[in-house]
């Protein structure tokens, strides 16, 4: 035998190699993104699109009132700012779900699980991963949005980073349980149309709830129960270097429960890819 | 007594009421080559889906190199190597990120990465692509950096699941000599599932799936002689039936 020949010795695996693990999972998810520029590129442009056409059109159509964590009037820029911030992490919460799933077909999803790793953690390491990409997003669309007047105080920017790490791990655990439900690529455009664009628009990012009151009472209470109109609304005032302590409540609860069934789906023993035949249809 | 690379005892799987596999008994030793034959739908990938514990076998036990992949995947999963069917390495990213990856992803530190990583594409003579990105690679070149990946952390056992599906004749070949020598060299045991019967020799192990049941197993010799064959091939046709002679060519 070679000098090469395996030792078969089982390590223990300790809390540097769970560094390991994690750092790896991030460092390939950053990689991946940098090396597609194309998707850089897309996840600036549709915020921004908003930004300066949608927001520029109806800033007259649309008064805000001034309204917590605001203390004077603001520019509707300046009101859908925090709506945008968090449709980027919506975006790229489903994407990654998108990549999972294209992820599963091809295999590398599979790479992955076998690693002797526990699975939660494995898939709790890909979600952060795709959390660090969507913070990077947000940070170069906020620089950018600086120079439309969009300017809130330096230090929320700072304040901003721990709900946007709460805020894209709820939206990312969202993606991966729909990812373990998901088996064709193609569905990815039903994601758009039943989760994104109804998470998007019955929230507050583009306008505040007393408005959609006054048009709707129904649509109103649909948005009381979206999680996102909560995830956006953390980011709002995070922004401004407040706290709203029931958003943050809402935020961690649904990020504990979607995480929970995402790990369940992924379960060797009992979730949904064991009962159906594994990814691909094992044969 | 030595452990075995791989020990599947009384293992059965059903998807709702279709039965998967049926009672699989399958030993892999240290250093020993066994060929996993059956047509398409057999149940092999279900076998490995188990065996890489995709998802849990709720009968039967599976082991390796001593460890229950169910109760202690921990351990089992460590000394486990994969090569997938479907491609599974990153065409955007280089030869060697792709294999560094793999070693975080069995807790290896960045340096230690590298430097088996580097020590595994040496072996495969593609040291000089390191740095290239995949997809700039022929099949057979991918399909062996996939091979280089599943041993960067050192397994007691490989598992090949169809490894040389779309590969032409000089590529496979060169795929069968570098895994016959990485038995000899490093005591590796391989379990090699494919429907192309002359990836086997003589002196293999093989077992015959077929419908999820294992209706042969022993040396390719053994195999041969028990069903009054001439050739591993006929005797495959001879356990499976007429009807599939043209697949398992």
New interface residues.
């Given amino acids: ?2 000098d ?5 010795v ?2 223990t ?1 300790g809390p ?3 560094y ?2 994690m ?3 991030v ?2 998810e950053a ?2 993104f940098v ?2 520029r194309g998707r850089f590129i897309a996840a600036l442009v549709r915020p921004l699109v908003w930004l300066f056409i949608f927001a520029a059109g109806f800033r007259s159509v649309l008064g805000v009132s001034i309204i917590p964590p605001y203390s004077t009037y603001v520019l509707y820029e300046v009101y859908i700012t925090p709506g945008l911030i968090g449709m980027i992490q919506l975006f790229n919460g489903m994407q990654s779900s998108l990549s999972m799933v294209y992820d599963r ?4 999803m ?9 699975r939660w953690f494995l898939l709790t390491s890909k979600l952060a991963g795709g959390v660090a990409v969507s913070i990077l997003q947000v940070y170069v669309f906020l620089l950018i949005a600086w120079f439309w007047e969009v300017q809130p105080p330096i230090a929320g920017y700072f304040a901003l980073l721990p709900a946007l790490v709460l805020s894209g791990l709820m939206l990312g655990s969202l993606g991966l349980m729909l990812s373990s439900v998901i088996r064709q690529l193609e569905n990815f455009a039903g994601v758009m149309n039943f989760v994104i664009f109804p998470m998007f628009f019955l929230s507050s990012a583009l306008y505040p709830l007393w408005r959609m009151k006054e048009a709707s009472p129904l649509l109103y209470q649909i948005c009381q129960f979206n999680p996102f109109t909560y995830a956006v609304e953390l980011i709002r005032f995070a922004l401004y270097m407040k706290v709203d302590w029931f958003s943050l409540a809402v935020v961690a609860v649904c990020t504990l429960v979607f995480l929970s069934l995402a790990v369940f789906a992924y379960n ?2 009992k ?1 949904l ?8 249809g ?2 | 007594m030595t452990t075995h690379a791989l020990s599947i005892t009384g293992v059965s799987h059903s998807f709702g009421a279709r039965k998967a596999l049926v009672d699989v008994n399958l030993d892999v030793a240290p250093g020993q080559f066994c060929a996993l034959l059956g047509l398409n739908g057999a149940g092999k990938t279900t076998l490995f889906s188990l065996i890489t514990r995709l998802y849990d076998n709720v009968s039967g036990t599976i082991e390796v190199l001593g460890h229950d992949v169910r109760r202690q995947p921990v351990k089992a999963l460590q000394h486990l190597g994969v090569v997938f069917q479907n491609r599974t390495v990153d065409s955007d990213l280089s030869v060697l990120q792709n294999l560094t990856y793999h070693a975080a992803l069995h807790g290896m530190s960045g340096a230690q990465g590298r430097e088996r990583s580097m020590s595994e594409l040496e072996r495969i003579g593609l040291a000089s692509r390191a740095h290239d990105k995949i997809r700039s690679l022929s099949g057979g070149q991918a399909r062996r950096v996939e091979i280089a990946r599943a041993l960067v952390h050192r397994p007691a056992l490989l598992l090949l699941d169809e490894p040389t599906i779309g590969l032409d004749v000089g590529s496979r070949q060169d795929i069968q000599d570098h895994v016959r020598s990485l038995m000899q060299e490093d005591g590796l045991g391989v379990l090699w599932a494919t429907h192309l019967m002359d990836e086997v020799q003589d002196a293999d192990q093989a077992v015959v799936l077929h419908h999820g049941k294992v209706l042969a197993s022993g040396t390719v010799r053994t195999v041969i002689e028990r069903q009054g064959a001439s050739s591993i091939k006929d005797a495959f046709t001879g356990l499976t039936g007429p009807t599939v002679t043209e697949d398992a060519a």
């Fill in positions: 035998m070679s090469r020949a395996s030792p078969n089982t390590r695996l540097v190699h769970y390991r693990c750092a790896g999972i460092w390939r990689l991946r090396q597609q077909e091809v295999g590398t599979r790479s992955l699980l076998v690693s002797p790793f526990p060797p023993s979730g890819i064991a009962r159906r035949g594994g990814p691909g094992a044969s």
